[in-house]
Every structure is written in structure tokens, then in C-alpha cells.
């Protein structure tokens, strides 16, 4: 058995996940963090990662060193996604992550993330279920898609379809007025419907939806304070839910929508696009009800790279 620490260094996010893994599954979680940075603030625009974007990560690195060591870690691993892929300097970035604090770097193209974000999801599922499934992951830069059955992806797509990268794009006023809601619901529907052919949205049976966006919403409809992972993960999110949500949530100012139960307040500045993103993905592959995971691309990198740190 080996005891793993994953980071994963997303757009809008920087999470933890320490693991216990062995014979190809996580046995035990010991410690999961997660820490709103806005790496991809400013990359869609200027191509380039910020300096005060990477010191954010730095310091939450940082941050996460004591839990770290306090579980003695064999393996470290860092998993970084759009807004390191998408600048200029993000190769830079990633070596200067596994300098500063000894993780092993893997700057990961769209289909790696799609695969290990679908591994992580369907970890703990029956292997001889055929069921076509989606996995989608809402992240600041883009929105992967995944469709496979068992642990065999069939389908992936990464698509630039993130709650950053969108809300820079097209909302601009607080609260949001339907018009920028309309712009850029049309703006993800377009990017999803030349991403996802009809053949494949229309072969799904179900869907689980992953990180922060997904959880978000769950705990958001079941009023969760504080954050309940154990209530979260298996919650069956309807269509006419997330409409609810989304339609209270986007007629609030910031200053309350950081007060909602269930919602972090670092993410309230970019849910109501999340919504948006969440509802256009379930339009496209006709779903009624989406399943909400609490196991995604930190677990799937623990399973498929905690060897190779």
C-alpha cells in the first residue's frame, strides 16, 4: 500500500487529495483540501498566467506541505490543466511547482484529463456494466466530457467552455441581467454542439457530473453548512432543480450569493456561469437527472500515476 498526495491545479481551483492506494484502488482517503486561486484569471484574454495568480497557488501549495508531511506521503504528484496548457509561461509554471514543493509535474492535455477524470469517477463501479456513460467536468477553463462503460472511454472531448473563462467572456454586470445569461448560454451551446456529435449525446444512459461546479449545486440543493462530502457524493441532481438554483442564484448580487448554504463563497463569483455551463451540457445529452460525484480527476491521478511519481 502506498500513501499518495495528488494536487490538482486547476483554472479556478487548487485541491488536495492524500490516498491510500493499492492493487489499482483507493482504500482510504486520508485528506482532501481545496482552495479557490484563479490560476486562469486573465490567460483567455492574455495568454499568460499572472503573477499574483501563481503566487496564490504557491502560498495554497504552501498551505497544503503540513498535511502533506503529516501523512508521509510516498509518491507526489500534481496534476495541472487549461489555464497551464493554454499560457505561455505554463510550462514554466509547472516546473517551478515541482522545484518549490518536490511534486512531480504533468502539464495534461485535454484527453489525459478527460480519461483520468473518468477513472476517478467510475473507480468504485461495477466493471461488467455496459451502460453508456457520461462523466463531465465543469472547470475554469473548460469543460471536459467523457463517455465510456466500465473503465473503456469510448468517447472525450475537452471543450473551452469554463465558469472562469466564460464569465470573463460574458458576464460583466452583478447580478448577471438575462442578456449576458443568453450570450453566453449560446456561446456554450454552440461550443458543445460542434464538441459532441449526435450520435454520442444521443447513446448516453446517464451521467455523473464532478468537481466543483457539480458539488456546488448539490449542496446548494440540499442547503448543506457546513459541506458534507458523504451528502454530496450520489446525490441525484434534476434538470428542474439546477434551473431553480440557477434562477435565485443569478438575480443575486455577489455579496449574497456568498451567503448561500452550500456554496463556498470564493465560488460565488462564478456559479451563476457554471449553472449555465451544467444546464447546457444536460440539454445537449437530453438528461432528465445527473448524478453528482465527489470522486474525479484527484482520484483518478492517484490510481493512474501514483506509480510513476
Do not use: K
Not at 110 to 137: I, K, M
Not at 284 to 307: C, M, P, W, Y
Amino acid at each position: 500500500m502506498a500513501t499518495v498526495a495528488v494536487v490538482d491545479i486547476g483554472s479556478n481551483s487548487t485541491r488536495l487529495l492524500v490516498a491510500q492506494v493499492s492493487d489499482g484502488r483507493v482504500d482510504a482517503e486520508l485528506e482532501r483540501r481545496s482552495t479557490v486561486t484563479r490560476l486562469g484569471a486573465g490567460v483567455d484574454h492574455d495568454g499568460m498566467l499572472r503573477e499574483d495568480a501563481m503566487q496564490r497557488v504557491y502560498a495554497t501549495l504552501a498551505d497544503y506541505e503540513t498535511a502533506i508531511a503529516r501523512h508521509g506521503a510516498d509518491a507526489r504528484i500534481a496534476v495541472l490543466t487549461s489555464a497551464v496548457r493554454d499560457s505561455a509561461n505554463g510550462e514554466r509554471f509547472a516546473a517551478s511547482v515541482g522545484e518549490r514543493f518536490g511534486f512531480s509535474p504533468h502539464v495534461l492535455s485535454g484527453d489525459a484529463e478527460a480519461r483520468l477524470t473518468f477513472l476517478g469517477a467510475t473507480s468504485e463501479r461495477d466493471l461488467a456494466d455496459a451502460t453508456p456513460t457520461l462523466v463531465f467536468d465543469i472547470g475554469g477553463g473548460s469543460t471536459e466530457m467523457v463517455i465510456g462503460a466500465g473503465r473503456e472511454v469510448s468517447f472525450h472531448v475537452s471543450t473551452q467552455a469554463g465558469v472562469v473563462r466564460q464569465t470573463e467572456r460574458h458576464l460583466h454586470s452583478d447580478p448577471p441581467p438575462e442578456a449576458d445569461q443568453r450570450e453566453l448560454t449560446a456561446d456554450v451551446e454552440a461550443i458543445i454542439a460542434a464538441a459532441v456529435p449526435d450520435d454520442q449525446a444521443a447513446r448516453v444512459g446517464r451521467a455523473i457530473g464532478v468537481a466543483g461546479t457539480a458539488t456546488s449545486l448539490a449542496a446548494i440543493a440540499q442547503g448543506l453548512d457546513p459541506y458534507d462530502p458523504a451528502r454530496v457524493h450520489g446525490y441525484q441532481l434534476s434538470r428542474a432543480e439546477g434551473e431553480q438554483i440557477l434562477a435565485r442564484l443569478a438575480t443575486m448580487p455577489l455579496s449574497e450569493r456568498r451567503e448561500v448554504a452550500g456554496l463556498h463563497p470564493d465560488r460565488a463569483p462564478t456559479i451563476v456561469a457554471g449553472g449555465l455551463i451544467f444546464l447546457a451540457v444536460a440539454r445537449r445529452f437530453g438528461l432528465e437527472t445527473i448524478e453528482i460525484s465527489d470522486h474525479d480527476i484527484l482520484r483518478g491521478a492517484a490510481l493512474a500515476l501514483g506509480n510513476d511519481a
